[in-house]
T-cell receptor, first 113, second 112 residues
Framework: DVKVTQSSRYLVKRTGEKVFLECVQDMDHENMFWYRQDPGLGLRLIYFSYDVKMKEKGDIPEGYSVSREKKERFSLILESASTNQTSMYLC????????????FGPGTRLTVT | GDSVTQMEGPVTLSEEAFLTINCTYTATGYPSLFWYVQYPGEGLQLLLKATKADDKGSNKGFEATYRKETTSFHLEKGSVQVSDSAVYFCALTLNRDDKIIFGKGTRLHILP
């Protein structure tokens, strides 16, 4: 089974802090994605990556950056956390080559106070 | 642009009731269609999929048929259980880059 893990289930940070959310997958998948999930808005794509050191902006990249130094790890960075970034963050992966199905981690619920 | 619209929730049903969650889509080209499910405290997992018109996806008693003429992919189950309580997401991909467009989700509550 594909396993996608996220570094924390719950996280509380203060406004202005730099926040790192980590996602690790163990199935050698090519593609990795970061979403945020908010009530009434569904899932919105923040960033995605098709390969090591490659990144593409999704629909709502403002206020975020990403890093993919190794194939199995995809990090989401909030450079200066703000209260409107309080949300559930979900990481997902696909094997690549038009595999279509995305495999999700359990999510990190981030609260910025 | 490409999008997915699904019925708003929450939907509350009694155990053994019939379930329908409506989903329609707008897409350029020929998308593949999905239903994902999110159980409490978990990430999303694929429930079923259909990759071309008239295909029927099925899993765990749930079914959905890809209707190109009505651009729909409605989720159905004949007899729901309390364990089906979750949030259900309809989604599509245009098969180009593994990106998926999700609907906003429908929360389902099943009462014993």
């Amino acid at each position: 089974d594909v396993k996608v893990t996220q570094s924390s289930r719950y996280l509380v940070k203060r406004t202005g802090e730099k926040v790192f959310l980590e996602c690790v997958q163990d199935m050698d998948h090519e593609n990795m994605f970061w979403y945020r999930q908010d009530p009434g808005l569904g899932l919105r794509l923040i960033y995605f990556s098709y390969d090591v050191k490659m990144k593409e902006k999704g629909d709502i990249p403002e206020g975020y950056s990403v890093s993919r130094e190794k194939k199995e790890r995809f990090s989401l960075i909030l450079e200066s956390a703000s209260t409107n970034q309080t949300s559930m963050y979900l990481c997902a992966t696909t094997p690549g080559s038009r595999s279509y199905e995305q495999y999700f981690g359990p999510g990190t619920r981030l609260t910025v106070t | 642009g490409d999008s997915v619209t699904q019925m708003e929730g929450p939907v509350t049903l009694s155990e053994e009731a019939f379930l329908t969650i409506n989903c329609t889509y707008t897409a350029t080209g020929y998308p593949s269609l999905f239903w994902y499910v999110q159980y409490p405290g978990e990430g999303l997992q694929l429930l079923l999929k259909a990759t071309k018109a008239d295909d029927k996806g099925s899993n765990k008693g749930f079914e959905a048929t890809y209707r190109k003429e009505t651009t729909s992919f409605h989720l159905e189950k004949g007899s729901v259980q309390v364990s089906d309580s979750a949030v259900y997401f309809c989604a599509l991909t245009l098969n180009r880059d593994d990106k998926i467009i999700f609907g906003k989700g429908t929360r389902l509550h099943i009462l014993p």
